[in-house]
């Protein structure tokens, strides 16, 4: 598009024109004195007529001029075509005027005076007029044509050689006028121009800055900063503000299977459907990945859940994408401020709490923030920061539980149990903290630790009692977990055979191959694996025979209720069987009764464990268990008090 044709450019030149009136005003003051003292030095006659309609021109002009600057300043004006038409008609008359001025004086007067005085006026003017009216330059150049070339004609007319040349160079400077109007034109308009798509680059930079580039919505900057501006200008301190954080449920899984560009057109029917949901009632914003904001003022708690539930119930429509319909979930969490939050992070870090709850309860959902998260995550906080110095400090112990032969009474081995007593927190048990662990990666260093440790230990025992060490699953992913057990076998001394590693059925849910390639490669070091837990996971009978274990552990839960629960009991019975018939070891776990000891021998298990022989304790204590040798009549039904009596003394 041509800049001519530009709207924006057209209205800076349009005011351009208007720009300064205060140099109309000198030049139609000029023209009108000149005029004056002209008229009066050549007597009656047309003169006087021309230089009459000079002042009312010239009166018009300024009038309007004035008129539009202040309205311009004001911010009240446009820059219209109307408005320059009527420049332009003002420009042509008083120039025409001047013009006719000039060549009436020198036709009808032969007072040098006065063919100076016009003359002089009209060449001044044009030279002035060349450069002023420039942006728009049709009326610059008209306004040189009508102002020298009357004048021209008239210094021709006068017949004598000076005048005639003076008429040739005015012509001359028609020309030369015209040229520079046009030079000055081109280079205001290229700066208009240039001027215009710096805006434009500005505006979309700030656009790019303020605003999703996928969906179209406000990013994060813009919501933080709507935000803030709320809480700012809030006057009332009870003012209702709500937040809404929505995530799309198992977003990643969609992206990884489907492909991006199908997520892409999913996070924009979802941007259009929350638009379509909430309306005027709040602000949306895509905060990042598939995470949107909402933003509602003067919105209380019973409002704010049910927008909440009317945006879950859209997502049951699905989505209509080009190549795919998709049904996908999203869950919610709210806060409400100020019950929740009275400034713009702390609101917005409640809200984020309560999408975590929603999403830990089961997905497609909405949370309400309660004060019981915040204290939650506090302790996560605590834990978290925590275990980095747990490692490097001594706040990590291991104890040890005995595992029973039952048919010698011997401690065939004993299962490490690691323990962490916070400074602050106390005591805080491996079910709450592991999971912690692996979730900030840390799980491998506190593998190589309870290795390192265990091993020591194992290896001043006696030489047919085994350590038994838990893995966790993460560890299983990790190629460091074989060069760690190697490390901990060589520190330590401890042969291969007596170090039995404990993994879980749940190992095999999400089995990329390297869970795989980490079991083969621990059974080539010569260790022994045990299957923990085993009939409460994924019990598939195929990883019995893919992998050989060396031991059973069947899980406390069964053991529990064996006494009172016919199906248990034929649970335990066919996994002993099953051991049995597969040369595995078995171990009971939770004996905590001579009932569920008796039980435990009659399915034909070979070890047990449970608080019945004895609860985890250190390593000194252990020592001591394991030292007081075989359990005297092993075979009979109750070996326990034996066990006791020598713990005891």
């Not at 002209?38 to 009459?52: A, H, N, W």
């Not at 820059?79 to 006719?100: D, F, H, P, T």
């Not at 909405?366 to 995550?377: C, I, M, V």
């Not at 069964?558 to 049995?580: C, T, W, Y």
């Amino acid at each position: 598009m041509r800049p001519s044709h530009d709207a924006d450019v057209r209205r800076s030149l349009v005011e351009s024109l208007y720009a300064s009136p205060t140099s109309l005003t000198i030049g139609a003051v000029t023209g009108v004195a000149v005029g004056i003292v002209i008229s009066s030095m050549s007597g009656p006659g047309p003169i006087q007529l021309v230089v009459t309609a000079l002042c009312v021109v010239a009166t018009l002009r300024v009038i309007s001029a004035v008129f539009f600057h202040r309205q311009l300043k004001r911010g009240t004006a446009v820059a219209s075509r109307n408005w320059e038409l009527i420049y332009e008609l003002g420009a042509w008359g008083y120039s025409g005027l001047l013009g006719l001025m000039a060549f009436v004086t020198l036709l009808g007067s032969n007072n040098p005076v006065t063919h100076m005085l016009s003359v002089s006026m009209a060449t001044g003017y044009a030279g002035g007029i060349s450069g002023r009216n420039a942006g728009r330059v049709q009326i610059a150049i008209g306004q040189v044509c009508l102002t020298l070339l009357p004048t021209a004609t008239g210094l021709w007319l006068q017949g004598s050689t000076g005048y005639r040349v003076l008429s040739v160079a005015m012509v001359m400077m028609v020309l030369g006028l015209a040229e520079i109007s046009s030079t000055i034109h081109r280079i205001v308009v290229q700066a208009l121009v240039g001027r215009r798509d710096k805006s434009l680059l500005a505006e979309k930079f700030e656009r790019l800055a303020r605003f999703d580039n996928l969906t179209g919505l406000e990013n994060r900057l813009a919501m933080q900063t709507r935000l803030r501006d709320i809480f700012d200008s809030s006057e009332k301190r009870n003012d209702a503000v709500t937040i809404l954080w929505m995530d799309i449920d198992r977003f990643k899984e969609i992206n990884d299977s489907l492909g991006h560009m199908v997520g892409d057109q999913l996070l924009r029917g979802v941007a259009e459907r929350l638009t379509e949901v909430v309306q005027g009632r709040g602000r949306i914003a895509r905060f990042g990945g598939d995470e949107f904001v909402i933003i509602c003022p003067d919105m209380d708690r019973v409002t704010a859940a049910a927008l909440a539930q009317e945006i879950i119930g859209y997502f049951a429509y699905g989505f209509d994408l080009p190549d795919n319909h998709l049904q996908v979930t999203a869950s919610i969490g709210y806060a409400v401020a100020p019950q929740d939050g009275r400034d713009m992070d702390e609101l917005m870090q409640h809200a984020d709490l309560a999408l975590y709850e929603a999403k830990h309860a089961g997905r497609n959902r909405a949370a309400s923030f309660n004060w019981s998260l915040k204290e939650r995550f506090n302790r996560l906080h605590e834990i978290e920061t925590g275990l980095r110095r747990a490692l490097e400090g001594e706040e990590l112990t291991l104890l040890y539980q005995p595992i029973v032969d039952l048919a010698t009474g011997h401690i065939d081995a004993c299962e490490a149990l690691i323990r962490w007593h916070h400074p602050v927190l106390g005591a805080i048990p491996p079910s709450e903290f592991i999971p912690i662990a692996e979730s900030m990666g840390m799980i491998e260093g506190i593998t190589q630790w309870v290795l390192r440790e265990a091993c020591l230990a194992a290896a001043t025992w006696p030489s047919d009692v085994r350590i038994a060490i838990n893995i966790s699953p993460a560890s299983l992913k990790s190629n460091e977990l074989p060069g760690s057990v190697i490390a901990a076998l060589l520190e330590s001394g401890l042969p291969a055979r007596r170090l039995e590693l404990e993994v879980t059925e749940s190992i095999f849910l999400d089995d990329s191959g390297q869970t795989n390639a980490v079991l083969r490669e621990l059974q080539r070091i010569g260790l022994r694996l045990a299957l923990d837990d085993f009939g409460t996971g994924y019990s598939s009978l195929a990883y019995l025979r893919s992998y050989r274990f060396d031991t059973l552990k069947i899980d406390q839960s069964f053991m529990a209720g064996v006494s009172a629960n016919a199906e248990d009991r034929a649970i335990v019975r066919a996994i002993g069987n099953l051991a049995r018939d597969l040369a595995m070891d078995t171990v009971a776990e939770g004996i905590e009764t001579r009932d569920q000891l008796a039980h435990a021998k009659e399915a034909g298990f070979t070890n047990v464990q449970g608080y019945l022989f004895s609860r985890p304790v250190g390593l000194d204590r252990i020592g001591e268990l394991i030292a007081a040798g075989p359990l005297e009549g092993a075979e009979r039904p109750d070996p326990v008090p034996t066990l006791r009596r020598r713990r005891a003394g």
